[in-house]
C-alpha cells in the first residue's frame, strides 16, 4: 500500500466520522430547538388567560375611570353653583364687617376674665 492511498482511507474515515458527528450532533439541535419550541407554546398558553384579564381589568378601569370623571363633573358644577350662590348673596367686604364685631366681643370676654382672675389671685393673697 501506498502512502497515498493510507491517507485517503484515514481521509474516508475521518469524512464518514464527521458525517456521522453532524448528523449526531444536528439530531441532538432539533431536540433543543423542539424543546424550545414546546416550552414557548406552553408560555403562550399560560400567557393568554393572563391577558385575558388584564383586558378585562383594564376595561373595568376604564369604565371606573369614566364614572368618576363623570361624578366629578357633577361636583366641580356643583361646588361652581354654590360659589356664584355665595359670591351673589354677600361679598367677602360684607362677610368680614360681619366677623369683625365678633372678634371684637371673644377679646373683650378674654380681657374680663383675665382681669377677674388677677382680681381673684389678688383677693386671695391679702
Known amino acids: 500500500m501506498d502512502v497515498i492511498q493510507v491517507l485517503l482511507i484515514l481521509l474516508i474515515i475521518s469524512s464518514s466520522a464527521l458525517c456521522i458527528f453532524t448528523i449526531y450532533y444536528l439530531r441532538k439541535m432539533s431536540r433543543q430547538v423542539e424543546d424550545v419550541i ?20 383594564s376595561y373595568r378601569a376604564n369604565r371606573v375611570v369614566s364614572e368618576v370623571e363623570g361624578y366629578w363633573r357633577e361636583i366641580d358644577g356643583a361646588i361652581k353653583n354654590i360659589r356664584e350662590r355665595i359670591s351673589g348673596l354677600t361679598s367677602l367686604r360684607n362677610l368680614h364687617d360681619v366677623e369683625y ?24 393673697q391679702r
Not at 103 to 123: E, Q, R
Request: net charge positive; glycine share 2%; no cysteine.
Open 38 to 57: 414546546r416550552d414557548f407554546q406552553e408560555l403562550i398558553q399560560k400567557t393568554n388567560p393572563v391577558i385575558e384579564n388584564l383586558e378585562q381589568i
Open 101 to 124: 364685631p365678633a372678634k371684637d366681643l371673644i377679646k373683650k370676654i378674654k380681657a374680663l376674665a383675665k382681669g377677674a382672675s388677677a382680681f381673684w389671685n389678688a383677693f386671695k
